[in-house]
């Protein structure tokens, strides 16, 4: 819908309602702009900006919504609001014809009448006003003559507080703005604001019998960028042709006929031939800097773009790195595109070329593809496959890449380091068969001639083989031999040390000389190294690759090494390391916009873990941001002040309150892993290469209602990690899955993938509002999960005890013996194992059983990862309990406590049976690890919270001297108070635990974590 469908081209000076404009013109019912209703709402205020300019081109709906705005506030006001609308026109040539036109709007609503329209008349009456009044100049564009727009001007300027000036216009009248904007009384509407949103748009479709799906709901969006008469006539060819070809309307070759013709006559019929001549050149890469610009269309270039960005033509521009690019509106540029083929074909080669050698020199190779495709330039098109394609997969728009490839022609679609590229970027979507697969044909083929030397394919097939060998499982692939499963006594999970494959694993991988390759490679070895248990090679091959990663700006693979050395702190039991690690990785995820990644979402994991297993919830005060890439910073101590505190996003209920809904989402198709297939819609001669922006909703900017963190709440719960998952999902750029990589039936995601949902359930359960039964069955499944992967020995195993303890906890043995034998099956007889074998024993009053089993984990000594080691230690206590063996019970709770206390292991004294009462019966003998016991007892998942009775002050000091065995008298002595004193706070403690004796009460003491 254009001004001009509405408007009375003949001068107007209405009163008018949006019903009258509907009745008059409209066919259609407005849709509704709540945010710009809102917007201009608060402008109509007694002390608010007096002065709004709404300033798009044609057909952006600023007639529309503004009369519907006004009969909006009409009818919410009452007879509060006078308002009055001026349509300009070429009739408004003087200061005489504005202000008769003003005084012709406003005369019934003046205070003080006027006969004639002398301006000081005009400005005395409105001065005399107090009633809100809302006067609309419509048009303002054609508002030129000099003396109309002094008028308008000083009417802006005097304008008394009632009175609200609204300017519509498809460009900014000529006016000095400044002094408005200075004293705070300027209010300036855009496109972007008027811009209709998916809602809206779907609205919009239905007013003309189009439902567009969700495909097609995004593509118009997409394409027409929420421009109002765009949408409009993009739905009405779509309800014409029912709905088929939406996916089609961005490409030069489908131009609508009525789209062409509305661009022609509204935006580009008074332009010049200099202009026109401009703009068929600059439209043709997808944006341009004023180099580029100068480079396709002349000296004249930067000239001619200011003058049509003051002329309200429909550029934007954005800045990135440290150049400024211009882009033509989607619409308009494929139909400047459809001109240039027109006017000047001979010329389009050459533009081209041209456009990529420019894009090139300014570090955008991806922009610039297309172009040397076009232009058939093979020696261009293979020097950057060589130089840049493999930084564009690791950097995320592998998508984007391959899919403009694909009108390459087989000699590029077929080449082996291509293979390669939909090898490694296949991998790094979870798509595990595909990547193993392209990654066997290059391996089959390295004799066959390729855009890349001979060793950077050895290297490459040998690491994406290595990754989908550790996503498959590597003992299945053969990397791990079983013989290399750890006998007796067990070992901390993850040493497989005696792997030949591993000692293997640094010779395979030999650096090529190209830094992102080597980024890769190194990542590669490293992961299989942590995973085959040689942790101080793994941390220095990852500290490697991150430094690689910063120095590159490749900050995926940044954020995959700093997650992986949090994975690597894990395996080593450093378990405060892994939360202060996990934590700058999600931080670096979300400055950088990869807070939808499976490794953003596995560092959210192993910071919930760590919180987990400390007993711990995140902080949210520290504010202070982490430089990228500073990993000494990722390394801090707890108490260390000697560099800025981390900025934490975390927040809300931290890891409470997820269990309910990670259960009800255990089967959820959305999961990691259960990628959907994509469609490539189709090629045109440039493909749009669509990367999320930072104003795509990735989790980020979702609604505040919908119970989704936001960029600003980047929570470790399981929930979060999930629905980030799903979100992302959705918003992959389109590619065609058949050809780069698709999930088969059997597949559920990487190691990566089932260590979070693992973990994600495992934290959910423990939330007090969980369904337990549902809770317990999400994490057996997602364990039986892990178990099946190729991180089986490390992630599956570690997390063994801990679940072991959700299944008895519901008073499932069954359930926890088959896990048992699963997790025996996968990662061998391991410490974890036996473990998880005596808590089975000690759950069924086997203890001497238990003490048996726990005999090899006990004596291994710190090679047992210390939560194993803590749990095996207090299961030893709880046997030696049961079989009458005080010493043993207060040798082994304090062993208990020694490995847990330098890294704060709380959990496990909260999940085994009995030992919050041991602890209770003993505590005070533990000298300096007292304290730690004390914060044990007192952990609000300790269950006591409320329980106890109430001691004052007084009966509390008198009470901690009981266990000394002292008297009343010598009490009284210390607390210097009279005898008689201490005997009444002795009565009214007994009184209170409901005891006659120092025994029973120092018993009921220590039940209710008094003492």
Known sequence: MTISERVDPHPATVHLSRHELEKQTLAFHPVAHTAVFQRLSASVTEFGPTVLIICSPAGTGKSVILADWLDHESRTRGGDLATA????HEGLDSAAALYAAVHDALGADLPVRTEAAAPHDIHAALAHGVRPTVLVFDDAHRITAPGALAALEELLAQAPPHLTVVVAARRVPALRWHPLELRGRLVRVGPDE??????QVRAICAQHGYVPDDGDLRAITSLTRGWAALVRMTAQHLAAHDGRGAAALTTPAHPVRAISDFLQSELLADMSAGALAFLT???????????????????????????????????????????VWFEFHPVLRNHLRTQARRIHPELLPDLHRRSAVRLLAAGEPLPALPHLMAAQDTDGLRNLLRDHAFALVLDGHGDALLCALESAGPAVTDDSYVWLLRAVHALSRGEIAAGAAYSALVHARTDAPSVAPLSWLRSLTRAAALEADIANGLRRSGAVPASARTERPPARQGSCAGSDAAADLAEDLAPTGQPDIDCYLTLQLATALALHGRLPESE????????????????????????????????AGEITTVRTRAERARLRAAD????????????????ALA?????????????????????????LPDGDTSRPAARSHFGGKGIAGVGSLVARCQDDPHWPGATPVHRCSGHSEHPVHTVPSRGAPLLDSADPGSGIPSHGDVRVSGVAVQRRYRQCETLSPPCDSRRHGEHSEDESGSWIDRHVRAVACLVAFHDPGADRHAAAEAVRDSMFRLLESGAAAVTGGQLLPSAMWVLLGVNEPRLAQEL????????????????????????????KSTRALLVPVLDAGPE????????????EACAAERLGHARRVRHSLEQALRRGVGEGLVRPFLDVPGALALLDEYTGRFGHFDAFADRVRAHPGAGRAGLGPVLTRTELSVLRLLPSGRTAQQISEDLGVSVNTVKTHLRGIYAKLGTNTRGDTLDRARQHGIL
């Not at 609308?85 to 300009?88: D, L």
């Not at 480079?295 to 309200?312: D, I, K, N, V, Y």
């Not at 048992?820 to 203890?847: H, K, L, Y």
């Not at 047992?864 to 299961?875: C, D, E, G, N």
């Open 592 to 607: 950088h916009e990869l807070t939808c990644t499976p490794d953003a979402a596995h560092a959210a994991a192993l910071a």
């Open 540 to 571: 220095r091959a990852l500290r490697h690759c991150l430094a690689l990663a910063d120095r590159r700006d490749h900050h995926r693979l940044a954020l995959q090494a700093m997650t992986r050395l949090s994975l690597t702190a894990g395996l």
């Open 611 to 635: 919180h987990h297993w400390q007993g711990t919830t995140p902080a949210r005060d520290r504010t202070t941001p982490c430089p990228a890439g500073d990993l000494s910073h990722a390394e």
């Open 820 to 847: 048992v034998e699963r997790a025996e099956r996968a990662v061998g007889d391991t410490a974890e194992v036996a473990v998880a074998r005596a808590a089975i024993a000690e759950i069924g009053n086997r203890s």
């Open 864 to 875: 047992v990862h210390p939560v194993t080691a803590v749990t095996a230690w207090l299961l």
């Open 281 to 323: 050149r600059a439209a043709i890469p997808d944006a341009c800097d004023d180099e580029l610009a100068t480079e396709l269309a002349g000296p004249e270039a930067a000239q001619q773009l200011a003058e049509l960005e003051s002329a309200g033509f429909p550029i934007t521009r954005q800045a990135r790195g440290n150049r």
């Open 85 to 88: 609308w001026i349509t300009a």
């Open 194 to 199: 008027l811009a209709l949103n998916a809602v």
